[in-house]
Every structure is written in C-alpha cells, then in structure tokens.
Nanobody
Framework: QVQLVESGGGLVQAGGSLRLSCAAS????????MGWYRQGPAKQRELVAT???????DYADSVKGRFTISRDNAKNTVYLQMNSLKPEDTAVYYC????????????????WGQGTQVTVSS
C-alpha cells in the first residue's frame, strides 16, 4: 500500500510564503515524476508544477518565477516553495506521484495525496 501525505498548508497574507511537503511511503520500488496540482473554489483541478526523477521541472505560467518545486529522492518527498502568494493562489493543493511497487513489476501508477488547503488573504 502506498500513501502520499501532504503538509504545510495554511492561511497567509498576500505577498507571503508557504512551503508544502509531500512524503510518499509504503511498498515503493521507484518514483518517477512527482507534481503538485491545485483546485480552487468552483474550478477544475489544474497542474501547478512537476519534477522528474532526474530533476527536470515544469511550471504553470501563473506560478512561474514565484513557485519552486524540488524533491529529495532519498526521502521520497517533494516540496513546493510558494513565494509572493496572491489571493488567486487560494486552493486545495494535491500531491501526485507516479510510483511502481514490487507488485507492479516496474510499471508506474499515479497516486494522490489527500490535499492541503492554502488560503491567501488580500
């Protein structure tokens, strides 16, 4: 069984910073891409940032220059450093990872965290 557990959300004023963490645990053989998604009020879930196992990153245009994704492969953890936060960044943030286990014989499957609320006040 694989679990992704996020932490670090909260309430912050516009212009402030937060750092999200997501740790994967369980019967993990390998983790390929990891990423963060978000879903704002009455909005569809959208991609925020991704990072490959080799460290290549990609960002949504709306967060470029403000957010930084990173990962610690030894800890099976991905981070999202969010700076210069805006009210429109308010959303539930979800961690995603493509993970293979001993049972999947090298094939990866997507796993999701439970989500963490980020609220940015104006």
């Amino acid at each position: 069984q694989v679990q992704l557990v996020e932490s670090g959300g909260g309430l912050v004023q516009a212009g402030g910073s937060l750092r999200l963490s997501c740790a994967a645990s369980g019967s993990i053989s390998s983790i390929n891409a990891m990423g963060w998604y978000r879903q704002g009020p009455a909005k569809q879930r959208e991609l925020v940032a991704t990072i490959t196992s080799g460290g290549r990153t990609d960002y949504a245009d709306s967060v470029k220059g403000r957010f930084t994704i990173s990962r610690d492969n030894a800890k099976n953890t991905v981070y999202l450093q969010m700076n210069s936060l805006k009210p429109e960044d308010t959303a539930v943030y979800y961690c995603n990872a493509r993970i293979s286990t001993a049972q999947t014989l090298g094939r990866t499957y997507p796993y999701w965290g439970q989500g963490t609320q980020v609220t940015v006040s104006s």
